[in-house]
């Protein structure tokens, strides 16, 4: 098995996400729960600090625990509870009723002649807290090869949120408040806003979920502040679902995987879940040695008899999902190894629980390989049958794999580097890829089609294709100028019917080169100094980055982006 595990690395079929920079004692990624924080700090991460007493010491070891659970994995880590936490110590602090008062002193202040004065105020200080830890986490850590760590917070609306904490307890015995929570997640989004006018940060990423049932957002008052967030420009993603546990890794633990089910390796979204492990299948590659092997190379297959090739297809990727189960097996074993001679203390001090992270299987290449086929990559019945019988046939085998032990998900991964070299390695190697274009796609839509709309981007990531991709996908909607709040709101209706369940707007910010201006809409001339010396930043795929920086391949495949118009919505 190990030399077959070579050959498939080796014949690009297969790519396992940095097995090669991170050790093999590093999963992939993780959400963590927070009440082991609560109740014993960071002493089970090897750290000497006990459980936090107060809002200033919670903000000093959060940052601290960011850095030390990102130092024992290779990618995001989510913190969910971060909200619920701030609240806990903030109504210790100020009482619970503080977000009423928030003008009112947070802290004593002397003057120069020893008497009272005003200080700061409650919602100044929380503003400060916020820069505390947002600063911190985006600085590098040496521990990560000098990168920031990937860190995801999320915010729920009220049915979301009692799906998700209505049993919590915290160590005192009081449990959360929803008020002022709600208060605080609003007052983060605002200040993050904001902030980032005055410095672009990328960390943390942003995920709001909002409850759609019955064909309608259950809380209203959120998915109305969701278009305002977006309407202002700020970057963010949004995940919606029509039941909260969705959100829940207990539901997802004790039951095999339901219709819906929707969990990804980023760790967006839950407090107990993420990804051990992740091997991608390059799906160009596959269909074009399928093709060669069973066809001899007919590219017309499909067409001439579609219910004989995707039955023949199907016999032929199963045993390459097989292999691909039984790597993730002896990667999942060796942790188990490494967590009984306790030398995985995130898992040792209950933040996570390896039966409760996923062994993940990736797609990359899937859009190619239907161009292959003769296909074309909008919304029509034959490409979202392929697309279904891929991710249909992926998801009834990680259920039948499933163990105690190895729970398994699908997912179009991001594939920032991953989608330039399988392109490199395929057309090196003789098989056929696009020549217009340099990057495989992580979308079911194609990134560079001036004839795709907003609306059909939504409806290719929506039912028909999301409802048997088990481990998710993001819909990237690239846009010009930001639309308005009434657009947005339409948008959100939108991918709520058609179940479009994961999705953020990016329109370029400009940042002057000369004077350092930053502006939330894609401007040539600065406002402020009159240069036109820019630098753009945009999602390379989940994160805010500045577009100089991008790697090579990724600047070219970003200047092909098509950025849809304001007026064509």
Not at 19 to 43: M, R, W
Not at 398 to 407: D, F, I, P, S, V
Not at 543 to 565: H, P, T
Request: proline share 3%.
């Amino acid at each position: 098995m190990a030399k077959q595990y070579i050959e498939d690395l080796e014949s690009h079929i297969i790519y396992k996400h940095d097995e090669s920079s991170f050790g093999i004692n590093s999963p992939y990624c993780v959400a963590i729960q927070s009440y082991p924080f609560l109740t014993n700090g960071l002493k089970g991460l090897g750290g000497l600090s006990a459980a936090p007493k107060n809002l200033d010491s919670y903000c000093g070891m959060f940052v601290n625990l960011v850095f030390a659970v990102s130092s024992q994995f290779a990618g995001a880590v989510a913190i969910s509870g971060f909200f619920n936490m701030f609240d806990y110590y903030a109504r210790k602090e100020w009482g619970d009723n503080y977000y009423k008062y928030t003008d009112k002193p947070a802290r004593i202040k002397y003057d120069n002649n020893g008497d009272l004065s005003s200080g700061i105020s409650i919602g100044k200080q929380i503003d400060q807290y916020f820069q505390q830890i947002v600063y911190s986490i985006n600085q590098p850590a040496a521990a990560r090869g000098f990168q920031s760590a990937f860190t995801n917070f999320g915010y729920f609306d009220k049915p979301y949120f009692e799906g998700m904490y209505g049993d919590f307890v915290f160590p005192d015995g009081t449990k959360p408040q929803w008020e002022s929570i709600s208060f605080l997640q609003k007052k983060f989004m605002k200040w993050f806003n904001e902030e980032r006018t005055k410095c672009v940060l990328t960390f943390p990423v942003e995920t709001l979920s909002l409850l759609y049932k019955d064909g309608e957002f259950v809380d209203k008052e959120y998915a109305d502040f969701a278009a305002e967030m977006y309407s202002e420009g700020h970057s963010f993603f949004t995940y919606i679902s029509d039941s909260p546990d969705t959100l829940s890794s207990c539901c997802r633990l004790s039951n095999k995987l339901k219709d819906n089910t929707f969990t990804f390796t980023n760790g967006l979204t839950g407090e107990a879940t993420g990804s051990k492990s992740v091997i991608t299948l390059n799906y160009n590659r596959i269909t074009q040695n399928f093709v060669r092997e069973v066809y001899n190379g007919d590219r017309d297959a499909y067409k001439k008899n579609k219910d004989e090739f995707k039955e023949k297809y199907k016999e032929y990727i199963i045993p390459i999902l097989e292999r691909v189960y039984k790597y993730h097996t002896a990667y999942n074993s060796i942790l188990w190894d490494l967590y009984e001679a306790d030398m995985l203390p995130v898992y040792s001090a209950g933040f996570i629980h390896l039966n409760k992270q996923y062994l993940t299987l990736g797609l990359n290449g899937v859009n190619e390989a239907w161009m292959y086929l003769g296909g074309e990559c909008n919304y029509n019945k034959d490409y979202v049958d392929f697309t279904s019988m891929i991710t249909g046939t992926m998801k009834e085998q990680n259920a039948l794999h499933g163990t105690k032990k190895e729970m398994y998900n699908s997912e179009y991964v991001p594939a920032e580097s991953l989608g330039i070299k399988n392109y490199k390695w395929d057309k090196s190697e003789g098989y056929w890829v696009p020549e217009d274009r340099n990057c495989y796609t992580s979308y079911f839509f194609l990134p560079d089609d001036e004839n795709i709309t907003i609306f059909d981007k939504l409806q290719l990531h929506g039912n028909e294709n999301v409802t048997s991709l088990d481990g998710g996908s993001a819909c990237h909607i690239q846009l010009k100028e930001h639309l308005t709040k009434e657009q947005y709101s339409k948008i959100l209706d939108f991918a709520g019917a058609n179940g479009t369940n994961y999705f953020t707007f990016n329109v370029k910010n400009s940042e002057c080169k000369d004077c350092g201006f930053i502006s939330k809409n894609t401007i040539n001339e600065c406002p402020k100094c009159g240069g036109k010396n820019f630098d753009y930043w945009t999602r390379i795929i989940g994160y805010l980055r500045r577009v100089s920086d991008f790697n090579e391949g990724r600047q070219i495949e970003e200047a092909k982006r098509v950025y849809n118009e304001k007026e064509g919505f």
